[in-house]
């Protein structure tokens, strides 16, 4: 063989050739990575007993609206439902938990009825519960009293159902 004709060695390491400059960019390379993993590692180890699978952040817990209100009315202060405004009333012949309006009574005179857990509202006395119907619904109760709408209060505030048959009365909030 002649000198002029020698192939290139075949080995990958055979063929690199080192210099000062290389020598200076590995070892650059070598302290970021030291860095990097020393940051990875505090990191990690500031966590103290949090779980090693990454959790998203939490998002706060909206402040759930309240079922039932206090409003101001030509009666005082009274009940209202949060959702709509309108009076609340109580019946003279339910029984405690119990409703007894059905059929024609329980058309003019609603049921308040809710699938959630009842929230009271700012400034409510009085405990608000769930009482099971005999049509299967969980009606709204104050004070184990069951709550009704009237159908002729037609806007919030009314309170036209008031006295009725001497046994419909709005919910006072003393």
């Not at 390491?13 to 020393?38: P, W």
């Not at 309108?86 to 309006?101: E, H, K, V």
């Not at 184990?144 to 009314?158: M, Q, R, V």
Request: aromatic share 8%; proline share 9%.
């Amino acid at each position: 063989m002649r000198p002029g004709n020698l192939t290139p060695p075949t080995h990958p390491i055979a063929c690199q050739r080192r210099t000062a400059h290389d020598d200076f960019v590995g070892e650059g390379l070598m302290r970021i990575r030291s860095v990097f993993l020393v940051a990875i590692v505090l990191a990690t180890a500031c966590g103290g007993a949090s779980s090693s699978a990454p959790t998203a952040t939490a998002k706060p817990t909206p402040t759930p609206e309240p079922t039932v209100s206090v409003a101001d009315s030509s009666l005082g202060k009274i009940l209202i439902a949060a959702s709509n405004k309108m009076t609340l009333y109580t019946y003279m012949r339910d029984t405690a938990d119990t409703s007894n309006c059905y059929d024609q009574c329980a058309a003019n005179w609603p049921a308040f009825t809710i699938t959630g857990e009842p929230i009271p509202g700012a400034g409510i006395t009085g405990k608000l519960a769930l009482a099971a119907r005999k049509d299967g619904q969980k009606q709204l109760t104050w004070n184990s009293k069951p709550l009704y709408f009237y159908n002729k209060d037609t806007k919030p505030g009314d309170v036209l159902g008031q006295n009725v048959g001497t046994v419909w009365f709005v919910v006072a909030n003393p």
